[in-house]
Nanobody, 125 residues
């Protein structure tokens, strides 16, 4: 079992920044951030492999940066130039199975077998 504890959410004005953190209870392989806005399906935001390869959704490229501290496996999401449409609950996810072909599916929910409880991010205009 893996527990994922997220922190760093909050409210910010458009153009502002936030940094989300996710601390896993043990070592995982690949990790990712997802988000779910009201009335919408959950979508992949950014992902990072055990070796540090990263991917990101087109909607956040150039604004959000995913990273991981390889000492304690803490996952981060630095969010800059936030927009009202970034408002959502953000979830940390972890893959402990090291699925083949991860990169091609890195922003798909079925890749990840552990999920955090979510943290709210609200961006006002």
């Amino acid at each position: 079992q893996v527990q994922l504890v997220e922190s760093g959410g909050g409210s910010v004005q458009a153009g502002g920044s936030l940094r989300l953190s996710c601390a896993p209870s043990r070592v995982t392989y690949n990790m990712a951030w997802f988000r779910q806005a009201p009335g919408k399906e959950r979508e992949g935001v950014a992902a990072i492999s055990r070796l540090g390869v990263t991917t990101a959704a087109d909607s956040v490229k150039g604004r959000f940066t995913i990273s991981k501290d390889n000492v304690n496996d803490t996952l981060y999401l630095q969010m800059n130039s936030l927009k009202p449409e970034d408002t959502a609950i953000y979830y940390c996810a972890a893959d402990t199975r090291a699925l083949e072909g991860w990169f091609s599916h890195s922003l798909k929910e079925y890749v990840y077998n552990y999920w955090g409880q979510g943290t709210q991010v609200t961006v006002s205009s």
